[in-house]
């Protein structure tokens, strides 16, 4: 048994004002339209870290399009009593707080809570949302890197079309007259900071049953880093990395920096702990497009935190820190070099190992 993951069905930010913050994704990505849930008359069967307890909420949900599929966006506002989202705004302010994995029936969730269980894995926080749908947040901070993973229980086959909106915001007035600042060609995957990366390889084997792992040993050498930066200096760091696929807009580069300052140590690590640092919004068509993103970034106070070279002029790479203009996360962006590799080539770089887990003895 596993936890089920099907697509990306919405990332969930913990935010402050829904409604200042669905501004800002309109402005840098474009979404015009937001469909916003009240925190009155919707929720029932609320509980949290494992009380019964009335809590409200208030969301804004918003889609924008890649050019890897649509990725939704919930934003999060709490309102009133205990719960996870406020726990999280005091304790970390705005962010990433969770993905929405599956969407699975009532008898499948019925037989997947023993297995939970049985891994350690509590039920962080459940609501029903006007009678159709379970929202379940399972607790699983601590054995994949300090986020959570939810799970929609459908009661009814067509819950969506019957959770009841309340609002519908059009923001298209925050979008310049140019376009969205910072368009995304595509989603690719979350990046997720841990202290420990073979520890939660573990866990993510266990849970969601993925056995193959390809490692990288970014350091600065020639083939892998070249010429990095952090906070606009030259540095020499390193990091671990791997990153595991486990459905469709499903991939979390899990990431443990081992030497020297990076932004995912210094900047978040450090001061926040675990969790989702940041989202691959794709690749770039060449420098030129870089460079034109960059000097707009600029323009609205979103400096480049970390970057660098990778390969031989194979890609160079850039952390745009969007954490105030976007929700408490970092955007990576990357470019090619002259040497990059055709689009099919596969993986251009030399693995530090491949491995594949077998059962568990």
């Known amino acids: 048994m596993q936890i089920p993951a099907d697509k990306l069905h919405h990332i969930s930010l913990v935010v402050h004002d829904a409604r200042a913050s669905a501004a800002k994704l309109a402005r840098m990505y474009g979404i015009a339209e937001w469909h916003v849930v009240g925190d009155s008359g919707h929720l029932d069967e609320t509980v949290v870290g494992g009380f019964r307890s009335d809590f409200g909420y208030v969301t804004a949900t918003g889609t924008v399009m890649t050019g890897t599929g649509p990725v939704t966006f919930e934003l999060v506002q709490p309102t009133s009593g205990w ?3 406020q726990q999280w705004l005091i304790t970390r302010g705005e962010g990433i707080i969770g993905v929405a994995v599956a969407e699975i ?4 969730f019925a037989a997947l809570k023993p297995w939970l269980a049985e891994q350690g894995i509590a039920i962080a926080q459940s609501v029903r949302a006007d009678g159709v749908v379970d929202r379940v947040t399972l607790d699983t901070r601590a054995a994949l890197g300090g986020f959570y993973v939810e799970l929609l229980v459908a009661r009814e086959a067509d819950w969506r079309a019957k959770v009841r909106i309340d609002e519908t915001w059009d ?6 007259a140019e376009g969205a ?9 979350f990046g997720v900071v841990v202290t420990d990366l073979m520890k939660v390889v573990e866990r993510w084997n266990g849970l969601f049953g993925q056995t193959d ?4 040993n970014w350091r600065k050498a020639p083939g892998l880093l070249t010429d990095p930066e952090n906070n606009g200096v030259q540095v020499d760091h390193a990091y671990f990395t791997t990153t595991p696929s486990i459905g469709e807009r499903l991939s ?7 030497f020297g300052p990076s932004h995912y140590k210094e900047d978040f690590l450090q001061p926040l702990g675990e969790g989702i640092h940041h989202i691959f919004a794709g690749f770039l068509p060449d420098r030129a497009a870089w460079e034109t993103i960059r000097a707009r970034m600029e323009s609205v106070d979103v400096p480049v935190c970390m ?3 990778l390969g031989d002029d194979v890609a160079s790479f850039y952390y745009l820190d969007t954490r105030k203009a976007l929700p408490g996360y970092v955007t ?18 030399t693995p530090t190992m491949v491995v594949r887990l077998g059962e568990r003895v």
């Not at 923001?171 to 310049?176: A, D, F, H, K, T």
């Open 83 to 85: 719960t996870i989202y």
């Open 105 to 108: 029936g009532v008898e499948a």
């Open 171 to 176: 923001l298209s007035g925050e979008i310049p």
């Open 181 to 189: 600042l910072l368009p995304i060609p595509a989603f690719l995957h």
């Open 213 to 216: 792992f390809l490692f990288m």
């Open 252 to 258: 979390f580069e899990l990431i443990q920096p081992t």
């Open 307 to 309: 970057g660098g070279g």
């Open 332 to 349: 990576e962006l990357v470019h090619p070099g002259a040497n990059a590799p055709a689009p099919d080539a596969g993986f251009p770089f």
